[in-house]
């Protein structure tokens, strides 16, 4: 299995004087989907800010597919599709409008926007929507068009930042079955969620973030060894691994 986001000893955040996150590291392989866990705060939202290259790490470094964005920041950005928490969106677009943008931005070719749009728009029931523009949506139908624009580039590299709040159980599925499709096709898949439950299903491993470091990180089994809570939920452990790094 390849490694495909390398982060290295990062430490950084908003202010120079002031580090979010802390000697940050781990990694993202090719043909997996890894959870990134923490309360709120924990640091999460930084470290993704900081693989975007939204921020720059005050120390150590960040590579997808062994190119970093000081040194390449087009083909940087061209290895990683963004699902952001909030959606993001043009009111002047329409739904239809919004993936030829995002096609053209990635070169890709009419035939080939056809051939992949289709399928997206008819597996999160959007097919509608396809002429209307997102303020007459609702937020799970903007979150399901933030969604489709990620999966229609088809990049090595997915960052998912709580992908399903506000989407109905349906598309949640929609999503979960996409994503796994995406992992056999090799791709790697970050995915910053509270859902626990839904983690635990879908994740190969997990990151467990709290006061910005890395506390715990590995496959389920893994971590119920290290815990040694056998047996036992990945909702138990990391409550566990947070009330401990409270008391530490």
Request: glycine share 8%; charged share 25%.
């Amino acid at each position: 299995m390849s490694s495909l986001l390398e982060v290295k000893g990062v430490s950084g955040g908003y202010f120079a004087s002031q580090p979010v996150i802390k000697d940050v590291s781990f990694r993202v392989n090719e043909r997996e989907i890894v959870a990134l866990i923490g309360l709120n705060g924990a640091g999460k939202s930084t470290t993704i800010k900081h693989i975007l290259g939204l921020l720059e790490p005050r120390e150590g470094v960040i590579s997808i597919a062994g190119k970093t964005f000081q040194t390449n920041p087009d083909t940087y950005r061209f290895s990683y599709a963004y699902i952001p928490e909030s959606p993001i969106y043009y009111e002047e677009l329409s739904l239809w409008e919004h993936l030829e943008l995002m096609a053209m931005s990635h070169g890709l070719e009419r035939s080939i926007l056809m051939e992949r749009a289709e399928p997206l728009l008819k597996e999160f029931r959007m097919e509608a929507m396809k002429d209307r523009f997102p303020q007459q949506f609702s937020k799970g139908m903007r979150q399901k068009l933030m969604i489709m624009m990620a999966l229609l580039v088809e990049p090595p590299l997915y960052i998912i930042d709580e992908p399903i709040l506000g989407l109905d159980p349906l598309a949640i599925r929609s999503l979960m079955n996409w994503l796994n499709r995406c992992k056999e096709q090799g791709a790697g898949i970050l995915m910053s969620t509270h859902i626990l439950a839904t983690a635990e299903k879908v994740c190969d491993r997990f990151l467990i973030m709290h006061k910005g470091e890395i506390k715990a990180e590995g496959t389920l089994d893994e971590l119920r060894r290290s815990t040694g809570l056998h047996n036992h939920s990945l909702d138990d452990i990391y409550l566990q691994i947070v009330e401990d790094g409270d008391q530490s």
